[in-house]
């Protein structure tokens, strides 16, 4: 959503720009204005950067939850899996741990309903609140849309596509695993990887000859989109590398057993 919320802005922005240079044609042409766009553009600025910043404002809380955001630890060779809940340090055994599917559905008020798997996993705690063993302490993690069946049909179908993920990992190592792309990297960690990830001039070299051949057709469609996109990708990765994160609790780094140390 943060990413999104980027690119948004940047289109935003262009599309604001786009309007104040509409109003500047206009008053050029009827109110005798000669001073230039650019000092149309300054002189009005508070609409297009005015705006922008209120959305910038309200998109801003999209940023926090993924950077606040704490891992689930799943760690074959001791066969624990760690975890911070509500503030709490919960560490259960791989073969005592209960998980389970819920089928969400959420309805938003104009608009078609959107259904939902969730895979959730359950810790026994006893502490403040949880006065005994039979507590439970339990955290969801949304589903997976790797495949078709789990993006286009019922998202419980990703919920167990993930489970069977996690098991596979568990019970048989990495090497049973499937490629996901939950592995890939999420956001670019270079200016070149921005450029050549959003290139437009790749659909000419496509391996399909009909997109080959739709390529001059769509080029200068899709050209100024992918370049925007670029110059919004460019903008996230500066924000992501400035913007703080949540420190990792020592408990998580201990429990990956030196494999990671909560560097990102």
């Known amino acids: 959503m943060s990413w999104w919320a980027t690119i948004a802005l940047v289109f935003l922005l262009v599309f604001l720009s786009a309007l104040e ?9 009827y109110n005798n204005y000669s001073a230039g766009a650019l000092a149309h553009y300054i002189e009005n600025w508070d ?13 801003s809380w999209i940023f926090i939850p993924w950077r606040t955001q704490l891992p689930i630890i799943f760690n074959r060779k001791t066969l624990k899996v760690s975890c911070i809940i509500e503030g709490q340090y919960v560490n259960q055994s791989w073969d005592q741990l209960e998980a389970y599917i819920k089928d969400i559905t959420t309805f938003a008020v104009g608009g078609v309903p ?3 798997g969730v895979l959730t996993l359950s810790f026994p705690y006893a502490g403040p609140g949880y006065p005994n063993n039979n507590s439970r ?5 949304s589903g997976t849309q ?9 998202g419980i179908y990703g919920a167990a596509m993930l489970w069977e ?17 939950a592995l890939n990297s999420y956001r670019a960690t270079s200016i070149q990887e921005c450029i050549t990830s959003w290139n437009p001039f790749r659909m000419f070299l496509s391996r399909t000859w009909w997109k080959r051949l739709l390529a001059p057709l ?27 994160c949540k420190k990792w609790p ?6 990956c057993d030196g494999v990671w140390h909560g560097e990102e």
């Open 165 to 181: 993920y996690i098991r596979l990992y568990m019970c048989e190592g990495k090497d049973a695993l499937p490629h996901s792309s």
């Open 47 to 59: 609409f297009p950067l005015g705006t922008l910043a209120f959305f910038i404002v309200g998109f």
């Open 114 to 116: 959107t259904n939902d």
């Open 250 to 255: 020592q408990e998580l780094i201990d429990a």
């Open 21 to 29: 240079y509409i109003g500047y044609l206009h008053d050029a042409k």
């Open 218 to 244: 769509l080029f200068p469609i899709a050209a100024p989109i992918l370049w925007l996109i670029t110059l919004g990708d460019l903008i996230y990765m500066g924000l992501d590398r400035i913007l703080p």
């Open 146 to 154: 790797d495949a078709d069946e789990a993006f286009f049909n019922r």
């Open 137 to 141: 302490l339990r955290i969801g993690i």
